[in-house]
């Protein structure tokens, strides 16, 4: 028991060990890759059911099967073995599996790997994650399985994976989007700006509609979320006075810890209400927080 939680503890890592001898950069070869330890039948090849990833690019998949057609599959596939001691479970390598199958290839380069269910699931969402290739919804899922099956927290989370936590608490929010909303952020209709505008619009389903029919910008849609909670607001005509005070959203918050821990110095950001302008306020206390200021600002690469 204690051993599952000090591994716990270390979330990611067991993906970095398991994935050490491959390297997720598509299909080209990879210098002093390992052997894999055999080929199994496609056949004899079952996909993750708890796999996060449930859209799978039609053209990219198109081009995998061209280049396996070309080259052959060069970086095994991860398995464990499941059920029929013939049959295998994939742990990653479902889109090079689909691929190889739509090629014609009978037989696939597999790591046979001892893992548990747990360490499947975990493994599945930190690999999709780390390769970028989910969409906002499926990432958020994801986030949330790694939060609700292990216990993780936010923190862990962005700690681990190199994200920001409001980058993960952001995301976690479209979770609570109507099933048409979220679906139309998988198909690629709404981006996760979109998405995130529409967290708080009296009705995403209405407005996304509107938004997917007249092509509006992120900002566009911020604006007509604004609109939609404080219609009096938008139709007054008097200006706000520059000094008024306005609360600040929980996102503009989360962005103001994220910098002010990253440059260990306070930042502050005003948004102007309406506007895609705004300003951002760093305080530094003492001349050496200065130079260090300056050094970030004016790094390069």
């Known amino acids: 028991m ?13 993906l970095s060990a398991l994935m050490a001898d ?5 299909e080209a070869v990879v210098k002093d890759a390992p052997r ?17 990833r449930r859209q799978f690019d039609a053209d990219a998949l198109e081009d995998l099967k061209n280049s396996i057609r070309s080259k052959g599959v060069i970086q ?11 049959s295998y479970e994939i742990v990653a390598g479902e889109r090079r599996w689909r691929a190889a199958q739509a090629a014609g290839l009978h037989e696939l380069p597999v790591v046979i790997r001892d893992l548990s269910d747990e360490d499947v699931l975990e493994i599945a969402i930190i690999e999709n994650i780390q390769r970028a290739d989910l969409n906002a ?5 994801g986030y949330e399985q790694l939060m609700t099956k292990f216990g993780h927290t936010q923190e862990q989370l962005a700690k681990a994976l190199g994200k920001s936590r409001s980058h993960i608490a952001n995301l ?7 099933d048409v909303v979220k679906k139309a952020v998988q198909d690629g209709k709404l981006s996760a700006g979109h998405a995130r505008a ?7 389903v209405l407005m996304a509609g509107d938004i997917v029919r007249r092509g509006l910008s992120v900002r566009e849609t911020e604006r007509l979320v604004k609109a939609a909670l404080n219609p009096e607001g938008a139709k ?11 609360e600040k959203d929980a996102d503009t918050k989360a962005l103001e810890a994220d910098l002010s821990a990253a440059l260990g110095m306070k930042v502050s950001i005003n948004h102007r209400q309406g506007g895609d302008t705004g300003t951002v306020t760093i305080a530094y206390e003492s001349l050496e927080d200065l130079d260090a200021l300056c050094m970030v600002l004016s790094a390069t690469g």
């Open 2 to 14: 204690s051993d599952r939680k000090e591994q716990r503890r270390g979330l990611g890592r067991g």
């Open 22 to 26: 491959i390297e997720p950069a598509g």
């Open 36 to 52: 894999p330890n055999r080929t199994v039948p496609i056949e004899k090849l079952v996909p993750n059911p708890d796999q996060p």
């Open 76 to 86: 095994p596939l991860i398995v464990r073995q499941k059920g029929d001691p013939d």
């Open 137 to 141: 919804i499926e990432e958020a899922a």
């Open 172 to 178: 976690l929010r479209l979770l609570n989007l109507p």
């Open 198 to 204: 529409l967290v708080t619009a009296p009705d995403p």
């Open 236 to 246: 007054a005509t008097k200006p706000k006075s520059s000094s008024a005070k306005t």
